[in-house]
């Protein structure tokens, strides 16, 4: 009978047990954590040398077409400017942004005539690839949104460097009234 | 036949019960506590790291935005910690000898990455996905609390079950335009005063909060 007990409270004890199992850390791979399966240590592998994407083909589309111009694509541009390039190249692409002022090498400011005159698809190479001692930001800014950011660029290029002359006419008439009045402010005693 | 209770029995019964009691209510107390303490929640407690980097540097001086750096964490359910090669955009150029620097350096070089000590984690059993919060616009600072504030990464809520239910049941006040959700200071708009923005947003993406506490949707 105590025998019988005894056996029936080790099973009782055994069937609990189970409900211990710790769940907290189940052993599967995190995404960004060790894998000791692979050579390298790592869960996250590296696609095979010669391995292409499913949507490879995608993006290699999306880089070669130059999307039209919308609103629609230079909102998306201007959120990834200031995300990727305004540290840099300032919101306004002067070049005189918060990681120069500490000391990195200043970039050219995008308003630069060279700058002004190349096409789009400049912008979009030096993205994909880097330039000189600007790393490339492939990895991180989708095909799409480089064309996105360049279509921004030129933009901001505009927005500074348009000539007077290419103004609506109120607009014209504004800004000569803004100069003048700027003008009197700075003119020295009356 | 003898008497099986003593005069005082009574007495003591009731003193025991009492006692039971009293055990039961400063156990429960000091459960609650315990379980909210930040021993348990580890809110606020720093980890060392091997590289001591600041959010406070580069987030709140420098002005980075978040997804310079955890770039999937509008499109996937992790927000994935920065490749060395990220670092090294600015860092081949600056800082260059630091020592503070190093294990980057040797990352770079020998191409294993960085061992981050983990800070915000959940559980394996629970379920999260960066990329829906972020799309609806609740913003990092509502669960990370002002990293540009932090020189070393910390954990600002307690993450545990009730804090993700407290806004599942009701998410519309927690909700801000998605186009702003790495905005760290939220103070402005709250004096501007758009209290209704929120609810109004929520009835917009038709968001049920009847279907955002099943417990499938975090246990799955």
Known sequence: MRYLLLLALCAVLIILLVGCDEMTHQPRYQAAGPGRLFPDGKAMQAPPAGA????????????????????????????RYDIYCSPCHDVAGTGHGAVPARGFPAPPSLHEPRLVQAPSRYFVEVITSGHGVMYSYADRVAPADRWAIAAYIRALQLRRDAPADALEATDRAKLYGAKLGGAKLDGGPP | MPQIFTASADTWLRAGVLLAAMGVLVTGLLWDGAIGSSYITAVGWVRDQPVPFSHKHHVGDVGIDCRYCHTTVETGPHAGFPATHTCMTCHSQLWTSAPALAPVRDSLATGTPIRWQRVARLPDYVYF???IHVARGVPCVTCHGRVDQMPLMMRAQPFQMRWCLDCHRDPGPH???PDQVTRMDWRAWDREGHADYGPHQAALLGIKPERMTDCTLCHR
């Open chain 1, 52 to 79: 292409v994407a499913q949507d490879d083909p995608a993006r290699a589309a999306a880089l070669d077409r130059r999307p039209a111009m919308s609103a629609a694509l230079l909102a998306r541009g201007r959120q």
């Open chain 2, 175 to 177: 909700l801000r335009p």
């Open chain 2, 129 to 131: 996905n960066h990329s």
